[in-house]
T-cell receptor, first 109, second 111 residues
Framework: SQQGEEDPQALSIQEGENATMNCSYK?????LQWYRQNSGRGLVHLIL?????REKHSGRLRVTLDTSKKSSSLLITASRAADTASYFC?????????FGAGTILRVKS | NAGVTQTPKFQVLKTGQSMTLQCAQD?????MYWYRQDPGMGLRLIYY???????DKGEVPNGYNVSRLNKREFSLRLESAAPSQTSVYFC??????????FGPGTRLTVL
């Protein structure tokens, strides 16, 4: 069973716009992570936010975590065509990660 | 630093054949993982190894076996392949900050 569920399933925006993806989960977590997957490639770690953190930034990425609502969001600002990829949230349960089904982001130039 | 490497990149099997997927990491990580990814789905954990000499089942272990040969290597074996095992298989290792590093994947087709 998948712990995290991303919303929307697919998102199409113009270059320069912001992209927001959401993730909901069901049980308590140690941390929540976001990964990117370019077509046909392995996943690449983007950012990790721990359960006692509420917001974290990394370059053009901003992640928020609301443990009371069991949800997280990933914001990509000033998107670029190179941001086109699938984005997955993953929740940490002990020493295992449980992944959601992902959001497919398409950035049109 | 090669990171996580996987072989082979592609494989076609007939139903009932066996094969081993190889994975190695050069980052001195203790934990290693095998996932499968099916179309439209996220990754599902098959097996993992928290340290050399230990292995544990994940969400979808049926039809697979693993071996943690040493700290660097973690192999996944299909003893009798079935069409339902057609998938993309990813190996990963994990550092002390809980960040996972993924290999490029093995695309397996079982006819």
């Amino acid at each position: 069973s998948q712990q995290g569920e991303e919303d929307p399933q697919a998102l199409s925006i113009q270059e320069g716009e912001n992209a927001t993806m959401n993730c909901s989960y069901k049980t308590s977590i140690n941390n929540l992570q976001w990964y990117r997957q370019n077509s046909g490639r392995g996943l690449v770690h983007l950012i990790l936010i721990r359960s006692n953190e509420r917001e974290k930034h990394s370059g053009r990425l901003r992640v928020t975590l609301d443990t009371s609502k069991k949800s997280s969001s990933l914001l990509i600002t000033a998107s670029r065509a190179a941001d086109t990829a699938s984005y997955f949230c993953a929740t940490d349960r002990g020493n295992k990660l449980v992944f959601g089904a992902g959001t497919i982001l398409r950035v049109k130039s | 630093n090669a990171g996580v490497t996987q072989t082979p990149k592609f494989q076609v099997l007939k139903t009932g054949q066996s094969m081993t997927l190889q994975c190695a990491q050069d980052m001195n990580h203790n934990s290693m993982y095998w996932y499968r990814q099916d179309p439209g789905m996220g990754l599902r954990l098959i097996y993992y190894s928290a340290s050399e000499g230990t292995t544990d089942k994940g969400e979808v272990p049926n039809g697979y076996n693993v071996s943690r040969l040493n700290k660097r290597e973690f192999s996944l074996r299909l003893e009798s392949a079935a069409p339902s095992q057609t998938s993309v298989y990813f190996c990963a290792s994990c550092d002390e900050t809980d960040t996972q590093y993924f290999g490029p994947g093995t695309r397996l087709t079982v006819l």
